[in-house]
């Protein structure tokens, strides 16, 4: 969620979802509040990119924020997790996530495309996410490794 207003959010599983034409990230913890998630699970989780000639209407539960505004066939990534704890953003003192696990993500994209991210955005030291875990990764039906982009502490690059 982005406004995680309660004191605790736990146990969340998400499994054998297909995500089509997808131009924003589809996996996203935008954590602007002041809870401690913990226990989310993604499994099973099929996310198909469309070739930047294909005539499909894309969609993405960001793709109106210019953060996430991509062309077909360019995602700027596959997850997104973020902890925000910039005042004027989150108001209320920042929270936590932990024990999230990412398993069985497959993606589906045109030749040629780079491989979307995982991206992961500590707010600082002690406002961070702790134990995420990726297990079984594909592309394309082939078995790999995922890039991941973890700026911890709330680094800047």
Same mark, same amino acid.
């Given at each position: ?6 004191? #605790? ?12 034409? =997808?131009?924003?990230?589809? &996996? ?14 993604? $499994? ?5 990119? =469309?070739?930047?000639? $294909?005539? #499909? ?30 005042? $004027? ?15 069985? &993500?497959? &993606? ?19 406002? #961070? ?23 911890? $502490?709330?680094?800047?690059?």
């Amino acid at each position: 969620g982005i406004e995680t207003t309660a004191d #605790r959010m736990a146990g969340f599983v998400f499994r054998n979802i297909d995500v089509i034409c =997808a131009s924003a990230p589809p &996996l996203r913890i935008g954590h602007i509040g002041r809870a401690e998630i913990s226990d989310v699970v993604f $499994d099973d989780i099929r996310v198909e990119y =469309a070739a930047e000639d $294909d005539e #499909r209407p894309v969609v993405g539960t960001g793709a109106y924020d210019e953060r996430y505004v991509a062309k077909k066939g360019r995602p700027s990534g596959v997850v997104d997790f973020f902890i925000e704890t910039s005042p $004027d953003k989150a108001p209320e003192r920042p929270g936590t996530a932990r024990d999230i696990a990412i398993r069985n &993500l497959a &993606l589906f994209m045109p030749p040629g495309m780079e491989m979307p991210a995982i991206k992961i955005k500590d707010g600082d030291a002690t406002h #961070r996410f702790d134990n995420v875990t990726v297990e079984g990764f594909s592309v394309n039906g082939v078995p790999c490794e995922p890039r991941i982009v973890w700026r911890k $502490d709330g680094a800047k690059n």
